[in-house]
Structures are given as C-alpha cells and as structure tokens.
Nanobody
Framework: QVQLVESGGGLVQAGGSLRLSCAAS????????MAWFRQAPGKEREFVAA????????YYADSVKGRFTISRDNAKNTVYLQMNSLKPEDTAVYYC?????????????????WGQGTQVTVSS
C-alpha cells in the first residue's frame, strides 16, 4: 500500500512558476514509476509528465514539454513537478500517481495509487 500526498499548489500569475511535491509512504517507493496528471473543470483527467522508478527516464505531454520538469528523490520518497512559464490553460487540479514497476505510464487506468490532488490556478 502506498499513500501519496501532494503539496505546492496555489495561485500564480501567467509566466510564473510553481513546484509541486508528492510525498509517498512506504519503503518500496523506488519500485514505482511515478506520474503527474491534471484535471480541469469539465474535462477528462490528462497526462502531464512521468518518470521511471530509477529516475533515469522522463516523458512529457506536448503541452508542457520545455516548461515542466519531473524529478524524484528516492531517498526522500518524493517526486516533484517544476512548472515554469505557466499559462492560464495550466489551471487544474494536479494529481500524483504511482504504478508498481519501473516503466513510464501515461494512462490514468494504469495507476495503482493516487494522491488527493492539489489546485493550481494561473491568472492572466
């Protein structure tokens, strides 16, 4: 069982930056690939970024490529999402997700565990 707790969301002006954190419980964090998804009101949950269990490979949605960076610290059981050059269309609830196994995942149904989400609002 893995519990995920996100933090770092908030209100920021367009062009600004935020860093989201996702702290995981348990001693097997390094066995899980991790990902960030987001969901805006009235829209489907969509993939944002993912990282392998070792942290050696990452993958991004085209909409955030070059602006967002996913990383992880397995010693701290934490995954991060650095978000730069934020746009109003980035406004959503951001969710951290974990999948048992090393490989990147991009589809919500592949996740084994979810955090409760953190709100990110970007004003124009």
């Amino acid at each position: 069982q893995v519990q995920l707790v996100e933090s770092g969301g908030g209100l920021v002006q367009a062009g600004g930056s935020l860093r989201l954190s996702c702290a995981a419980s348990g001693r097997t964090f390094r066995s899980y690939a991790m990902a960030w998804f987001r969901q805006a009101p009235g829209k489907e949950r969509e993939f944002v970024a993912a990282i392998t269990s070792s942290g050696g490979s990452t993958y991004y949605a085209d909409s955030v490529k070059g602006r967002f960076t996913i990383s992880r610290d397995n010693a701290k059981n934490t995954v991060y999402l650095q978000m730069n050059s934020l746009k109003p269309e980035d406004t959503a609830v951001y969710y951290c997700a974990a999948k048992n196994g090393p490989l990147i995942f991009t589809v919500p149904r592949q996740a084994s565990y979810w955090g409760q989400g953190t709100q990110v609002t970007v004003s124009s």
